[in-house]
C-alpha cells in the first residue's frame, strides 16, 4: 500500500512562507515515497473560518505546483463522525462535563496559584483546575437541562489508567531534539477539551478520527504540534485506531526570531506573489530543493 500523507490546514487567513514549506515538504516526500497526498480543510472553528480563505488556500497551492488527491475532507461536514467518536468514549466512563466560563476558570487558576506553583501545560496554558469532577450527579444533570455551555473533559488519570504506556515514531524532531521512539505524555495537558456544546468536537479529536478515516500513514506538520502529539496517541489508543508515523519538521522564524503566524502578520504567498516572486523563489526561500 501506498503511503498517504496530508497537508490540513485551518482557512482562517492566507497562507504564508511556514505553509508553503509544511505543504511542499509533504508533497515532496508523497512523491518520492510513491505515496498519495491528500488535503482537508480544518473549519471547525465556524467563527473565524471563511470559504474565501479555503479558496485562497486551493489557489495558493496550485500556484506552487502542488496537486492533492479529490475529493477534499472538509471537517465542518463531518460533525456527527466526532461525535460518534466522542460517544465511545462517553460510553468508556472518560468523559465529563464542565461548566466555567474562561474568567471563572482564570480565578480558580489564580486561586491556586496564589496557594502555590500550578502547572501549564505544553502551550503554556495552566491546567484545569476545574471543579465540575466535585459537582453531584443532580447538579450537572440540572445545568445540562438547563442549557448551560458545556465542555466536555477527558478524565486524563481515568484514560491514562486505561492506555498505559504509549509511544510514537518520530521521524523529524521535537523541540529538544527528541527523535526515533517518543514516549508520550499526555497527562501534561491535563484534562482536555475534546469538544463543546455549539462545537461538537475540538482539533485533538477531528484530527485523530481524520487521520485514521482516511488512512493517513505519515503525519508530516510543524514543530509547535510536537507534544500534540501525546494526545493524539491516547485518543488514537482509547478508540482503537492506527497511529501513523509523524515528523515533526522545524518552523519558519521572522528576523526577531518569532515563528511565522496569521495573527502576527506574516506576509501572505498571495502578497509574495503579487511582489513578482515565483513558486521556484518560494522553494528557495524556504530551503527546499528546486522542483524536476
Ligand atoms: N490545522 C492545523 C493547523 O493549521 C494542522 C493540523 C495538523 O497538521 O495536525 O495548524
Not at 456527527?80 to 476558570?105: M, V
Amino acid at each position: 500500500m501506498p503511503p498517504v500523507f496530508r497537508f490540513a490546514p485551518s482557512p482562517n487567513g492566507y497562507l504564508h512562507l511556514g505553509h508553503a514549506f509544511s505543504a511542499l515538504l509533504n508533497f515532496d516526500l508523497a512523491r518520492q515515497a510513491g505515496g498519495r497526498l491528500l488535503l482537508r480543510i480544518e473549519d471547525i472553528d465556524r467563527a473565524r473560518c471563511k470559504p474565501e480563505f479555503e479558496a485562497a488556500i486551493r489557489e495558493d497551492l496550485t500556484w506552487l505546483g502542488i496537486a492533492w488527491e479529490t475529493p477534499v475532507r472538509r471537517q465542518s461536514e463531518h460533525f456527527s463522525e466526532y461525535r460518534a467518536a466522542t460517544d465511545r468514549l462517553a460510553a468508556q466512563g472518560l468523559l465529563y462535563p464542565s461548566f466555567e466560563s474562561r474568567a471563572e476558570i482564570a480565578r480558580l487558576v489564580a486561586d491556586e496559584q496564589a496557594r502555590g506553583k500550578w502547572p501549564h501545560d505544553p502551550d503554556g496554558v495552566p491546567l484545569y483546575p476545574g471543579l465540575a469532577r466535585s459537582l453531584s450527579p443532580e447538579a450537572v444533570a440540572g445545568l445540562l437541562l438547563a442549557g448551560a455551555p458545556t465542555a466536555w473533559r477527558l478524565d486524563m488519570a481515568a484514560a491514562r489508567r486505561r492506555s498505559g504506556a504509549l509511544a510514537w515514531t518520530e521521524q523529524g524532531a521535537g523541540p529538544s531534539g527528541e527523535t526515533n521512539t517518543v514516549e508520550a505524555q499526555p497527562e501534561a495537558w491535563g484534562d482536555v477539551i475534546l469538544a463543546r456544546k455549539e462545537t461538537p468536537t475540538s482539533y485533538h479529536l477531528s484530527v485523530v478520527v481524520d487521520d485514521a478515516l482516511q488512512g493517513v500513514t505519515d503525519v508530516v506538520r510543524g514543530q509547535d504540534l510536537f507534544w500534540s502529539t501525546s494526545v493524539h496517541r491516547l485518543l488514537q489508543e482509547l478508540l482503537g485506531l492506527p497511529g501513523p508515523v509523524y515528523r515533526h519538521h522545524p518552523l519558519l522564524r521572522d528576523d526577531r526570531g518569532a515563528k511565522l503566524a496569521k495573527s502576527s502578520g506574516a506576509v501572505s504567498l498571495r502578497e509574495l506573489r503579487a511582489r513578482g516572486v515565483s513558486p521556484a523563489d518560494i522553494r528557495a526561500m524556504v530551503g527546499l530543493a528546486a522542483a524536476d
